[in-house]
């Protein structure tokens, strides 16, 4: 099993930037493909960012945020990473972790959650 606890929000004056951070525990994080995920008040969650378990990958992005977040990993601290520059405020929402195995599509694996609030 993977347990994920993120961190690094806050609130962010729009323009600003944040980095959030997500642990992983178990001894096969970089066998995971991981996402971040986030969800704003009165709507479902949504798709922000997923990165391959392969070592260097590059991520792939939201419409939304492409060009202004980079998703990262670094497998020898089981730890994700979130850096989101250029911040609107309908980037508020809770942001969240999620891991899913080698060559499945649905993430098993969720993290509790971070606030980030943009302010205008």
């Known amino acids: 099993q993977v347990q994920l606890v993120e961190s690094g929000g806050g609130l962010v004056q729009a323009g600003g930037s944040l980095r959030l951070s997500c642990a992983a525990s178990?001894?096969?994080?970089?066998?995971?493909?991981m996402g971040w995920f986030r969800q704003a008040p009165g709507k479902e969650r949504e798709f922000v960012a997923v990165i391959s378990w392969i070592g260097g990958a590059r991520g792939d992005y939201a419409d939304s945020v492409k060009g202004r977040f980079t998703i990262a990993r670094d497998n020898a601290k089981n730890t994700l990473y979130l850096q989101m520059n250029s911040l609107k405020p309908e980037d508020t929402a809770v942001y969240y972790c999620?891991?899913?195995?080698?060559?499945?599509?649905?993430?098993?694996?969720w993290g509790h959650g971070t606030q980030v609030t943009v302010s205008s």
């Open positions: 178990g001894r096969t994080f970089s066998s995971y493909t």
């Open positions: 999620a891991a899913r195995p080698r060559g499945t599509l649905e993430y098993n694996y």
